[in-house]
């Protein structure tokens, strides 16, 4: 809970009393008016529950079109089935989701949870047959079913982006296997909601590690967990951060080789689902799912490999601003500038937001100003208790998007909201100019909108003020989020392709294999001034995102483009704000590669990259010379 002061009030909608989060409030505390308003959805959970019967019942209609799909009047005919019980579907699952979010005790949302996905599961399973027909069908046949069914045009896109990868659908004995096996390269859901065995077996591992107790600032024992690692880890105390790091990998260390025993299984199913139907390297595979080309992937490594000294630069800042004899991992998390606790007024973000995004035009802020105002049921501003904590932004086609947040008034809260708005405008727009068919954007460029925002944030802060130890501790921030987005998450991409690599030279991934491989990345990521630990090539076994099957990487090619698009918006005026516009109402119109060069940035280059790290190099600079002036010392 936050310090009650004057300041620090927040105005209640419309005029009413100061409302202050809290954290251990009941959800019933919290003024309705700061509520997402979920009867968009669904009035309540009886509705929710006819929805879910009326699935069913179109579920069981779609089963009359197998064997069909060869008349092209049929396969239009299905397709309107399709889409309409998978929108319906889409709906149901967000409303499970949305009660569980604020409410993670109930069994009752539990159960709404669970039973939408699980009707969503069975509804993939069971209209896999269109899949099979559609693939079957030979291109001359594809054509004539495009100029005998006008109606078809519609979902041209969709067939055509299926039919994409026809050379690697197998026959359909060989395709029930391989279904039943848990395949997932033809998921129409997000990849990384679909855990296989080891994934499930690394995260009990983890569940269950025997973490030892540290001494908290005030010496005090306190037991350390995975939840709290990251507050410890931080501290401006080096023994309690200390303590906490080699409290976390020393334990890991025990359990070393059933940790490379379960990533070692992921990358063999990986890899027997990439080859069994037929590519020749599982990037290509899981990359050719979302039509991105292994050399964006490829591209990203080289490029932050061949500019690794401004992290050296910024390694050795570290140690002279923090005065330490020597840098180790546990030092690179504390922040280097302490920043003062922040109370700002919710009212007071939206201004804030609306100002620092107001290079992108009038059509955008009175979408994203109606979306802030707590009145469009969007948004569910406060924390409660059994409010599940962070932030999200969830979407169905037809509503509007819905925006979690846990509102404290810090400026982290403030930078997530401006993150969060990036994801609900991008799928606003998106659904704005798009069919359901084609609205939904592929996760390799949803973290392009939303840092694209962060960074427009960033620059207005710092374009407010001249007061030398603010200015550090906004350009702290950058500098915090390109190493912990662009150089660590690449560092984690270099290990994932590193490893599949090994599996498919046949080289067995034992633990000391695995552990080698990353401590020497840490050691030439890190540079000259890092003093690496004992223990430090175990971090990677409590890494979840390597289960994640080449996804990590995109956060960093997401950061690049949304600083590199961020620029061109605040350099070249309307001609970049409207071709960056274009992208974010593209969904999935178009390939996201092409989409995002449209915008003005491709990947396959090194240049996006290149800007970053050089927008990093110069922050670093900025901040030596602030810290150099005698204006700079405290
Ligand atoms: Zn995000």
């Avoid at 998921?187 to 855990?195: M, Q, R």
């Avoid at 030398?468 to 501790?473: D, E, G, S, Y």
Wanted: charge should be neutral; proline fraction near 6%; charged fraction near 25%.
């Amino acid at each position: 809970m936050i310090p009650i002061l004057a300041a620090a009030a927040i105005a209640g909608a419309g005029g009413s009393a100061p409302f202050h989060p809290d954290a251990s409030m009941e959800r019933a505390g919290v003024p309705d008016a700061y509520k997402w308003r979920l009867d968009a959805l669904f009035a309540d959970d009886a509705a929710f529950e006819r929805g879910l019967a009326d699935v069913a019942a179109k579920q069981a209609k779609l089963a009359a079109f197998e064997k069909s799909l060869a008349r092209p009047a049929k396969l239009r005919e299905c397709l309107d089935l399709y889409f309409e019980t998978r929108l319906a579907l889409n709906r149901a699952t967000l409303y499970g989701n949305l009660r569980l979010a604020v409410d993670q005790k109930s069994a009752r949302a539990q159960a709404l949870s669970e039973r939408s996905l699980k009707a969503l599961a069975d509804f993939m399973a069971a209209a896999g047959f269109i899949r099979r027909e559609v693939l079957r069908l030979p291109d001359e046949a594809v054509r004539k079913a495009y100029r005998a069914e006008p109606k078809l045009a519609a979902y041209r896109t969709y067939l055509d982006e299926l039919r994409r990868r026809r050379a690697h659908v197998l026959g359909d004995e060989a395709e029930r296997v391989l279904s039943l096996a848990g395949d997932n390269l033809w998921a129409e859901v997000d990849l990384n909601e679909i855990p296989a065995d080891p994934e499930k077996f690394s995260k009990a591992l983890l569940a269950d590690l025997p973490l030892p107790d540290l001494r908290d600032e005030a010496g005090k024992p306190v037991r350390l967990t995975l939840s709290n690692y990251g507050v410890y880890r931080a501290s401006p105390d080096r023994r309690v951060r200390r303590e906490a790091v080699e409290g976390l990998f020393g334990t890991l260390r025990r359990f070393e080789h059933a940790s490379a025993a379960a990533l070692a299984g992921q990358v063999d199913f990986t890899l027997f689902l990439a080859k069994s139907r037929g590519y020749g390297k599982a990037i290509e595979a899981y990359l050719g799912k979302d039509d991105i080309d292994p050399a964006v992937y490829t591209n990203l490594v080289r490029t932050v490999r061949a500019h690794l000294a401004p992290l050296h630069r910024y390694v050795a800042l570290r140690k002279r601003i923090m005065g330490l004899p020597d840098v180790r991992l546990y030092d690179l998390y504390p922040p280097v500038v302490p920043a003062p606790k922040m109370s700002m007024p919710y009212d007071e973000a939206v201004r804030t937001v609306t100002a620092a995004l107001a290079p992108l035009g009038e059509e955008y802020l009175t979408a994203l100003r109606r979306g802030l105002d707590p009145a469009s049921g969007w948004l569910d501003l406060y924390p409660h208790r059994d409010k599940e904590s962070g932030a999200f932004c969830s979407y169905v086609f037809g509503v509007h998007p819905f925006v979690k947040m846990n509102w404290f008034g810090e400026y982290e809260d403030l930078s997530t909201l401006a993150h969060e708005y990036g994801h609900a405008m991008h799928s606003h727009l998106s659904a704005a100019r798009q069919p359901y068919v084609t609205s939904a954007y592929v996760p390799f460029i949803a973290e392009i909108a939303s840092t694209f925002n962060e960074k427009m944030l960033n620059d207005h802060l710092l374009a407010q003020t001249q007061d030398p130890q603010r200015r550090l501790q906004l350009l702290n921030r950058r500098v915090d989020s390109v190493r912990t987005t662009i150089y660590r998450q690449t560092l984690f991409a270099e290990f994932e392709l590193a490893v599949h690599t090994a599996a498919e030279a046949g080289t067995p991934l034992t633990a000391e294999l695995l552990e080698k491989t990353y401590r020497d990345l840490v050691a030439a990521y890190y540079g000259p001034d890092y003093v690496l630990g004992p223990d430090d090539g175990m971090e990677w076994s409590y890494i979840p995102h390597l289960y994640y099957k080449f996804y990590v990487f995109s956060y960093a090619t997401g950061l690049s483009s949304g600083i590199a698009l961020a620029e061109r918006v605040r350099t070249q005026g309307a001609a970049a704000r409207d071709a960056y516009l274009g992208m974010l109402s593209g969904g999935q119109s178009r390939p996201p590669l092409e989409l995002l060069r449209g915008a003005g940035v491709d990947l396959a280059r090194p240049d996006a990259i290149e800007a970053a790290l050089r927008l990093f190099d110069d922050t670093l600079g900025e901040m030596e010379k602030l810290l150099a002036a005698p204006a700079g010392k405290k």
